[in-house]
């Protein structure tokens, strides 16, 4: 077992803060990751299973494209924008079957993204998940790649916490704010998608893009940034030094 307890109190979180090499400010403490994408290698094997099964409606799109369209959305809000586009509503199986099939491909396929293993276990202070994936589907992915009993009991799921509305609203980043009495100023958030960046933008978090996992694209950085990240690494390993950083510097103002 893996698992390490984290205070959650204002005072206990500051008790620990590291002095920043410039004595100026405190290190960030709190360090907030996205599952799918930043953590398991996921959203790749998740745009495969959902062209497979739009093509079957006659939705046709290529992996890649559900990949750029609809990365960090769940999977009610892509069947959402999908029967606006083609005008009618899909099978009422739909959604059960695409679910099962992922759930099915996700536990026999999924691995961690290279280096998550690594960043998790030479972090010192207080880190959490949150997600828009549900909390079973995250027990999958998390279990599987060796991550749950490192984060956990410090993993949420945006629909089923606070308002229980999904990124892009800020719901989970400030539902984790508020369980850890963390400033946002002195919280960094790893997000892979813009609608994840969005959310932790709003929620004031410093926000640091991802491009590490299969699913990137050439262009995603430059979307994650016009999103409200303050920079973009494609390397866990950076995360450490970043926060390093921004423990120094108070990034650029809207």
Known sequence: MLRRAFPHGADAVRQKRLQSPLGQRKALMLIIFDCDGVLVDSEIIAARVDAEHLAEVGFTITPENVVRRFAGLTSADIVEIVEAEIGKPLPPEFLDQQQAELNRRL????????????????????????????????????????????????????????????????????????????????????????????????????????????????????????????????????????????????????
């Open 107 to 254: 536990a026999e396929e999924v691995e961690a993204v290279p280096g998550a293993l690594a960043l998790v276990d030479v972090l010192d202070g207080p880190r959490c998940v949150c997600s828009n994936s549900s909390s079973d589907r995250l027990q999958i992915t998390m279990q599987r790649t060796g991550l749950w009993d490192r984060f956990a009991p410090y993993i949420w799921s945006a629909v089923e916490v606070g308002t229980m509305k999904p990124k892009p609203d800020p719901n989970v980043y400030r539902y984790a704010l508020e369980q850890f009495r963390a400033d946002p100023r002195d919280t960094l958030v790893v997000e892979d998608s813009v609608f994840g960046v969005t959310a932790a933008h709003a929620a004031g978090a410093r926000v640091v893009g991802f491009t590490g996992g299969a699913h990137a694209w050439p262009g995603l950085a430059d979307l994650l940034i016009q999103a409200g990240a303050e920079t973009v690494i494609n390397r866990l390993a950076d995360v450490p030094k970043v926060a390093e950083a921004f423990a120094v510097w108070d990034g650029i103002g809207d």
